[in-house]
T-cell receptor, first 114, second 116 residues
Framework: GENVEQHPSTLSVQEGDSAVIKCTYSDSASNYFPWYKQELGKGPQLIIDIRSNVGEKKDQRIAVTLNKTAKHFSLHITETQPEDSAVYFCAAIKSMEYGNKLVFGAGTILRVKS | NAGVTQTPKFRILKIGQSMTLQCTQDMNHNYMYWYRQDPGMGLKLIYYSVGAGITDKGEVPNGYNVSRSTTEDFPLRLELAAPSQTSVYFC???????????????FGPGTRLTVL
């Protein structure tokens, strides 16, 4: 079955610096890769996603890149701000009998120091 | 829209007790999901439903039961609570069409459960 590994588990950056979180997946049939942000005491919230027919997607300060050959994808946050501090999860879609389900990475705690 | 709502927010159970975690969504989503999140781990799928009357097991279904009698509600039942079920539980929903491979899920705020 699908397995998603995420690195690093914790990441500290200075405000204004960039942050990069990387994930690898095992199922070459996976074709949808969302990223979720979870703030303290709240549920995960989708921030960006990418499909396997594109290699990069950008939305203001965040971007995601996908390398299908190597089966890895990454989240890039530029000009980090204190409000970017949260737990970030990557995921990959897995097809099941009745539909699709997400397989999540273990998460990355991002701390932005001001 | 309120989105996905969950009750209660916190609960402490004794070993062997039972309880139901409530989940309601007002987005007319057909798919609903229950996840658990243990410290330092990603979310694990417990059960999911593709529509009223249809449910199926996820990765970690043991010790749980679900039902889906309406589109809006997807309660999760814990029978004979055990310490291993101490976790944060998230309900989610999505709108998925046949053959679609995109599945944006919207999560509720979670229920923090402790079993002592």
């Amino acid at each position: 079955g699908e397995n998603v590994e995420q690195h690093p588990s914790t990441l500290s950056v200075q405000e204004g610096d960039s942050a990069v979180i990387k994930c690898t997946y095992s199922d070459s049939a996976s074709n949808y890769f969302p990223w979720y942000k979870q703030e303290l005491g709240k549920g995960p919230q989708l921030i960006i996603d990418i499909r396997s027919n594109v290699g990069e997607k950008k939305d203001q300060r965040i971007a995601v890149t996908l390398n299908k050959t190597a089966k890895h994808f990454s989240l890039h946050i530029t000009e980090t701000q204190p409000e970017d501090s949260a737990v970030y999860f990557c995921a990959a879609i897995k097809s099941m009998e009745y539909g699709n389900k997400l397989v999540f990475g273990a998460g990355t705690i991002l701390r932005v120091k001001s | 829209n309120a989105g996905v709502t969950q009750t209660p927010k916190f609960r402490i159970l004794k070993i062997g007790q039972s309880m139901t975690l409530q989940c309601t969504q007002d987005m007319n989503h057909n798919y609903m999901y229950w996840y658990r999140q243990d410290p330092g781990m990603g979310l694990k799928l417990i059960y999911y439903s593709v529509g009223a009357g249809i449910t199926d097991k996820g990765e970690v279904p043991n010790g749980y039961n679900v039902s889906r009698s309406t589109t809006e509600d997807f309660p999760l039942r814990l029978e004979l609570a055990a310490p291993s079920q101490t976790s944060v539980y998230f309900c989610a929903s999505s709108y998925s069409t046949s053959g679609s491979f995109t599945d944006t899920q919207y999560f509720g705020p979670g229920t923090r459960l402790t079993v002592l």
